[in-house]
């Protein structure tokens, strides 16, 4: 994990200086998502650092961009004795994202919070975490969607590359 985030850090700041939102760096454990990594944009009205803390995997961004890129028996064992999230709803959910190309979180964590992630996946593809631009829902709009999502794609195919390169 260390190594990860030590990759991963400077393509973070990055995509903060392209975008001005903040950006996580997520990984899945358990059913829950774990923040290791979090840089915070410069504007006033700003999400704050998530590092260190948990939410359920789920409702997050990155927690929901890994998920969608695991197998659906995975996900089904790591969910299969949780009687609080439907297995009907986390069969729908990933194959939306994978539809897509990225996950999104619309308030479901916190009110007036709004977050799209995608998956960075090891060298056999495997994913291993996720990276998220985080923005007060006040300055989501959906035509800023797709430049959003570029500019993630790229600093996660860096970050991706880096990884190959150091294994």
């Not at 990860?4 to 939102?21: I, S, Y």
């Not at 939410?55 to 969608?68: D, E, F, I, N, R």
């Not at 986390?90 to 479901?108: S, T, Y």
């Not at 996720?130 to 829902?137: C, D, H, L, N, S």
Request: proline letters at 5%.
């Amino acid at each position: 994990m260390a190594l990860l985030r030590q990759v991963a850090l400077p393509h973070l700041h990055d995509l903060v200086d392209r975008v001005r939102e903040s950006v996580n760096l997520v990984v899945l454990a358990g059913t829950e998502a774990r923040f290791i990594a979090s840089v915070e944009c410069d504007q006033v009205l700003r999400v704050g650092s998530r590092e260190g803390r948990t939410l359920p995997a789920h409702l997050t961004s990155g927690g929901k961009a890994v998920l969608a890129a695991l197998p659906p028996e995975e996900v089904a064992a790591l969910y299969g004795g949780s009687d609080d999230v439907g297995l009907p709803r986390l069969r729908r959910e990933p194959a939306l994202v994978r539809k897509r190309g990225f996950a999104i979180n619309d308030q479901r964590t916190e009110t007036g919070l709004t977050a799209l992630a995608t998956a960075i996946r090891d060298a056999s593809g495997a994913p291993v975490a996720a990276a998220a631009i985080a923005m007060p829902t006040a300055r989501f709009h959906r035509d800023h969607v797709s430049g959003w999502v570029a500019a993630l794609n790229r600093a996660v195919s860096r970050v991706e590359g880096e990884l190959r390169s150091a294994a």
